[in-house]
């Protein structure tokens, strides 16, 4: 069951007595454990019925004995168990999970890790209670993802603030969704964020970042690759070379995969490519800009300058100069 689907289900007061929340990442656990915490019972009930426990100074039997007994004044009760993964004996739990009480909704969440699937602990709240178990997205699933959060809070974006937003950030959900918000405090009466926004928001240049680096590299641009190239020399935290060379390689790879393409339309190539629409007259205008061997080559290039990069070959030039280097020979 998703974060999305147990908080669906509270909203039609349908509830479990026990919720055991795990993984990887963070953002979908304190998604369900802040609802829980702020919303099944109204402010009244809750200052009768409302117990949270911290898993480092947790006791199992205090746990339990919260967990037991009967709501005052409401129609149940809620336990919070928040970071079990630094609770000993957590284990011990075992006698009211196997049992427990129908008005109490337990809810535990267990970070950064998941319990062996294997133990009767984890095949017992399995069967009794509902898990949820959450994993890193992947990072080409990242600009989706943030799309769709942000079209719930009721806002859209343009596609390249999109990616400017994803690319600054990181797979970070949390840090991604307080950008959002901050923006969203920002915008006022508008609906749409633009880079303009990213920019004067979050600290990203709408003029020099790595997409506008490749789009000079895609158009031959050797004069504004430079300048960008300079603008990251002169401001460590808005591009280094590690992140550069990535994107860049993903780049060209999907320029190299457009020869092989009977059709040049831009919503078949979009497709075959996995890309936004929008972004796929840039990949057309690169395989027209460069020959086949001459991708070929740059993406020879890329792997050379990466290797270079982590000292392979290279005496430490920094990075800067490495990419200088690298760009005046993929444009030449």
Same mark, same amino acid.
């Given at each position: ?154 806002? +859209? ?6 990616? *400017? $937003?994803?690319? !600054?950030?990181? &797979?970070?959900? %949390? ?115 460069? +020959? ?6 740059? *993406? $020879?290039?890329? !792997?050379?300058? &990466?290797?270079? %990069? ?23």
């Amino acid at each position: 069951m998703s974060a999305d689907k147990i908080i669906k289900d509270w909203k039609k007061n349908i509830f479990k007595t026990v919720y055991w929340l795990e993984g990887e990442e963070d953002y979908f656990i304190d998604q369900v454990m802040d609802y829980a915490e702020h919303h099944i019972l109204s402010e009244a009930e809750s200052g009768f019925n409302l117990t949270v426990f911290y898993g480092k100074d947790a006791n199992w039997a205090d746990i339990i004995n919260s967990c037991r007994r009967y709501p005052m004044f409401a129609e149940r009760q809620v336990v919070l168990l928040k970071e079990a993964q630094q609770m000993r004996d957590v284990e011990k739990l075992e006698p009211y999970i196997e049992n427990p009480l129908l008005s109490t909704v337990f809810v535990v969440s267990y970070k950064e890790k998941k319990l062996d699937a294997r133990t009767k602990f984890a095949k017992l709240l399995k069967s009794k209670g509902e898990l949820l178990t959450t994993k890193k997205m992947y990072d080409n699933k990242l600009p989706e993802w943030t799309k769709e959060l942000i079209e719930a809070k009721g806002l +859209s974006i343009s596609p390249k603030a999109l990616l *400017l $937003l994803v690319e !600054h950030v990181g &797979n970070d959900l %949390s840090r991604i969704n307080n950008e959002i918000e901050k923006i969203k405090v920002n915008l006022a009466s508008r609906k749409n964020i633009t880079e303009t926004d990213i920019e004067e928001n979050i600290g990203i240049s709408k003029d020099y970042n790595i997409f506008e680096l490749q789009a000079a590299i895609a158009q031959r641009n050797l004069a504004k690759a430079i300048r960008i190239i300079q603008y990251f020399g002169g401001d460590p935290n808005a591009g280094y070379i590690h992140k550069l060379l990535p994107t860049l390689y993903s780049f060209f790879s999907k320029v190299f995969m457009i020869y092989g393409l009977s059709s040049r339309d831009e919503k078949t190539i979009a497709t075959s490519l996995g890309v936004n629409p929008f972004f796929a007259k840039d990949y057309i205008k690169a395989s027209i800009t460069f +020959s086949y061997p001459q991708v070929e080559t740059i *993406l $020879l290039l890329l !792997h050379e300058y &990466n290797l270079k %990069s982590i000292g392979i070959r290279d005496a430490g030039t920094e990075d800067a100069s490495l990419l200088k280097e690298m760009v005046v020979k993929m444009i030449a």
